[in-house]
């Protein structure tokens, strides 16, 4: 398949990286302040060589990538929240040019679900998006082999950067600060860690989990989100007299719950992964509880992703 | 879809009573000595019903139900070995016919997957099997996102009897032949338990893995197979004093192991599942491991992924 990757952040370069492995040829390659662009297949290396050099991977117009030769888009530019733009813009536009979409970017299913819906129903191309949900960990693909109205649950830790800093503080009675300082030398998490840790990004999760199990609805001010910045660390120590541990949590129900907080559970339960793991349980309907967990976050994890949505598309 | 029922067990049954809720038809229903085929669609509440009553879903011949008007065959009579019959042939006649094929009958699969590929080749109709390893969980829609090339190893908990009886004797001390019959009478092990005990049915699933992840070339008989039977409790003891449990794990990779014996793994491992629950790690080339579990057995939970097939055939 001829795909276009948008974005040339981890995933992004990852994908364009995966893509011959997997039988497939990178026609356009875009970052934000330019493209390249060729219908025999892009010189990947040549091009991410080429952004490390000077700051973008070629010397097109980055719209350009939108209307060159592909068969998908693969929209891996980073998530903004809100009106969700310029991804939902992509996305619009390869929609409407009856390209198939995959997205890595969350921002869009998370906000504008049911406006990408329509677009979708419109178009001759399909829209997928595993990615926008814990890396590498097959959530939706599972939900949609059950059958979204079959899952009447799905609860998880869906943010590997403040699992990572709840366990380390768990585990070796370590303040907040100093262990997301040494989560960022670790690189686990980012110098402005606020979108993890303020539980933002397992929000967006939770509203895509919510879209899909309730066909749309959802977006970020739909999920109520309590962070981890200011969870007191006493609280670890006599969760852990109790032989409970501290997660934070997503979970969204058929119902209509969705939220995102720190919860006690059982220090020897699957919720209660270590490290920047993530975890995710389907309660459905007749197969009873369904565990998946691996890794949450990564260029390469999440390009496995994108590309077993492109492997899923007709 | 419409739907031919081969075996009226557990998983048959539960097939033919969920297939409604996924939009599908029951056009034909079949046990070993009777069938019931109506094109409008089987009265399945009644062909059980008569079931129960008479021993046989119906009057009709069985083989009444290979011809009948269906889009797949789900073939799920008892798992036999060697040469597999008679799902070896169901599975031929359907797809000689150009019709699909959903399995949760392992014997094919594991004992004839080079013949069973062959046939496919030769067919319209698409062949799938998520069924037979491991009930519920979604271990090959999972190695097919990935991609089998990208899979280096599979590992796993693959026998829920099995598990029961090892987790229960190093839990509680108990002896093998105790726990055994407390397996019985709670219907997790059957009369004739050694098909699970003696590692049979785990070898059974690792022969489908490693067909799947070298495409094709193994049966039972190429499986390394070392059962629980006589294992003995003290090590479970001397285990447990290090923190260790001990599992039957079936291991498969790509460069050619295919195994199952008791192992040791560490007691708060993701291996170290309790009760009839079975896990299936998966070790791939770009996306860390990923780790998936559940049931994995049961009508309605193994029926979940006969259904899942059903659905993602074209």
């Known amino acids: 398949m001829r795909l276009a990757v ?28 330019g493209a390249v662009v060729d219908p025999d297949g892009v010189n990947v290396a040549a091009a ?18 939108l209307t060159a030769e592909y068969d998908a888009l693969v929209e891996a530019t980073p998530t903004t929240l809100g009106d969700a733009q310029p991804g939902f813009d992509h996305v619009r536009a390869a929609l409407e040019l009856d390209r198939h979409v995959v997205l890595a970017n969350k921002g869009p299913v998370a906000e504008r679900y049911d406006d990408l819906r329509e677009l979708a129903a419109r178009s001759a191309g ?43 503080m768990s585990a070796d009675g370590l303040g907040y600060e100093h262990v997301l300082a040494e989560a960022q030398d670790l690189g686990v998490a980012e110098a402005d860690p606020s979108f993890d840790v303020d539980g933002t990004d397992a929000a967006l999760k939770c ?39 501290v997660r934070l949590v997503g979970e969204v129900t058929a119902d209509g719950v969705a939220r995102v907080g720190p919860r006690l559970v059982p220090a020897n339960d699957a919720l209660a992964v270590s490290g920047t ?35 899923r598309l007709d």
């Not at 981890?10 to 990178?26: C, D, F, P, Q």
């Not at 991410?48 to 990538?65: E, F, I, N, R």
């Not at 969870?231 to 969760?239: D, I, N, Q, T, Y």
């Open 48 to 65: 991410l060589a080429h952004k490390d050099d000077t700051g973008t991977v070629g010397d097109a117009d980055p719209a350009d990538a």
């Open 126 to 168: 399909e829209l997928r998006f595993e990615a926008t949900v814990a890396g590498a960990i097959p959530v939706l693909a599972t939900v949609e082999g059950v059958g979204a109205e079959r899952v009447n649950a799905v609860r998880g830790v869906l943010n590997g950067t403040a699992n990572f800093v709840l366990s380390r």
């Open 6 to 33: 948008l974005g040339a952040g981890a995933v992004g370069r990852a994908t364009a990286n995966l893509a011959a492995e997997y039988g497939h040829t990178v026609t356009a390659l875009a970052d934000s302040s």
């Open 277 to 311: 793991e993530n975890i995710v349980q389907l309660d459905t309907s007749h197969a009873g509880r369904l565990n998946l967990s691996g890794a949450g976050a990564g260029g390469p994890e999440t390009a496995t992703a994108v590309l077993a949505d492109v492997g």
């Open 207 to 245: 509203a895509i989990l919510a879209n899909v199990l309730n066909d749309g609805g959802y977006a970020l001010a739909d999920v109520d989100v309590e962070g981890i910045a200011d969870f007191p660390g006493s609280a670890l120590e006599v969760a852990a007299e109790d032989g409970q541990a």
